[in-house]
């Protein structure tokens, strides 16, 4: 009942995020890794039904694809709440900043000033957390992170603002450049589904805090190399 209710074509498509390790990336040396990659094969692997990632580049194509997948690892908030059934939290991400090789600001305090740009990901958590929290700075929004990052590199911003995961990712592309020390705040993911699969949600919820608790997210956490990210407490 639970794999017909979480996985009703008979496939769990479970969306994915590209350039993000929360989600998926593909390291130099060929290797693919993830935390939802990860979570999403043992969770098919549990129920018994083959798994497929399905590729959005950027969470707004994520989301806007209703019906063509079945499991997503994302931000949480009150107002996706409103539209798709979540899990307990897996993991607590830091939000952070990255700034290119010469640039003047060098700290946290020293973003949120009039004429700084902010380059974030359109419809995105950070672009949530940033245009609640920054008062004199001005958010760039792009259509994904790396498209942010290029919004930096062209001087159309000064500064990245992301989860660390995707920005310590990012940086490698951006010589020079580094993620500011601190954090501005933290970014709760989980597991989301559509509405309606109760039997589904609940499973689902119960394999979060089993995975949390024999250890499977932090294994995956350390797999992706992901910084800024713990394992977040039980529900």
Known sequence: MEAQALAPTGTLRVALQIANPLNIVQAASGETTG????????????????????LYPSVGALLDSRGA??????GFSAARAADWDFTGLHVQVEFGYLVPAG????TMAAVDRPGVRLAVQLNSGPDAFFTSTLRDAVLIRASSNPAALEVVRSGGAHVMGSIKPVLFELSSQLPGSRVLDGR????????AMPKGRDLGVAYARHFIESAKSEGLVQAAIERARVGGVVVAPPQ
């Open 69 to 74: 997948w079945d499991v997503a690892f994302i």
């Open 103 to 106: 640039s003047a600001i060098s």
């Open 35 to 54: 935390v939802g990659l990860d979570l999403g094969k043992e969770l098919a692997r549990r129920i018994a039904v083959p798994f497929e990632p399905v």
């Open 184 to 191: 501005p705040g933290i970014d709760p993911h989980a597991m």
